[in-house]
């Protein structure tokens, strides 16, 4: 069972666009693939789920769909808290949070911290989040720390990464058949194994992710060694 999951959650324009209804159609939709794979997951003792739910270039699309997609956010974290505690889920948001609304930043640390004590799946909500944001606000972080140059290594970059509290995502999902990173996890998924689906957010479910579990089992993870070694140890 892979420990960390990713997934890029992908097609809910199109999923709405081709039953001739308004583009958040399918982001309201896609909440309830939400809730569906936070409960597999949950079942199937995965550890970390992460969702990417707005990225830095998300603020480009027309003005009314991004105010619909903060009022969805702002929705889903009031009415979730209590489900994610009964269920000992963590919540996560990261990203340049700043960028949001005061009173949405509020919110977002309130379910952080009422959350922040439990012990089964870590959920995290990737909002206003880009892996070359990532990068450079660890950089920005580690200078301001008064870290020199001879002392930068990967670990080092790696502890002040916005995920940093979580393994490197063992899969990576994305969903609506695009065959692209658009820049989610760059640092983090170095040796993620990718697995692209047709299938649209607001479609995907359980069985849809055990389809993706499926295949990432069948898969030999070298990390750079020979098929060879990889079976000998
Ligand atoms: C993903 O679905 C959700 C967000 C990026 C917020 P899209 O809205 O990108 O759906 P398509 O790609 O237009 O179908
Ligand atoms: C990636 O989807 C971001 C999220 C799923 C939140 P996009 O729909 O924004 O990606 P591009 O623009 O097609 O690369
Ligand atoms: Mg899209």
Known sequence: MPKHIAIIMDGNGRWATKRFLPRFAGHAKGVKSVHRVVEACVNRGVQYLTLFAFSSENWKRPEEEVSLLMQLFRKVLVNEIRKMNENNIRLKVIGDLSRF?????????????????????????????????????????????????????????????????????????????????????????????????????????????????????????????????????
């Not at 919110?107 to 922040?116: G, N």
């Not at 140059?149 to 990967?154: A, S, V």
């Not at 080092?156 to 820049?183: H, K, V």
């Not at 849809?208 to 070694?229: C, P, V, Y």
């Open 101 to 233: 609304d005061k009173d949405l930043q509020a919110l977002v640390d309130m379910a952080e911290s009422q959350t922040a004590s439990n012990t089964g799946l870590t959920l995290t909500i990737c909002a206003n989040y880009g892996g070359r944001w990532d990068m450079a606000n660890a950089c920005r972080r580690l200078m301001n720390e008064g870290y020199r140059p001879e002392d930068m290594t990967e670990e080092l970059l790696s502890s002040r990464l916005a995920m940093a509290y979580a393994p490197d995502p063992d899969m990576l999902i994305r969903t609506g058949g695009e065959a692209r990173i658009s820049n989610f996890l760059l640092w983090q998924a170095a040796y993620s194994e990718f697995y692209f689906t047709e299938t649209y957010w607001p479609d995907f479910d359980g069985d849809a992710l055990d389809e993706a579990i499926a295949s990432f089992q069948k898969r030999e993870r070298r990390f750079g060694k020979t098929s060879e070694q990889v079976k000998a140890s």
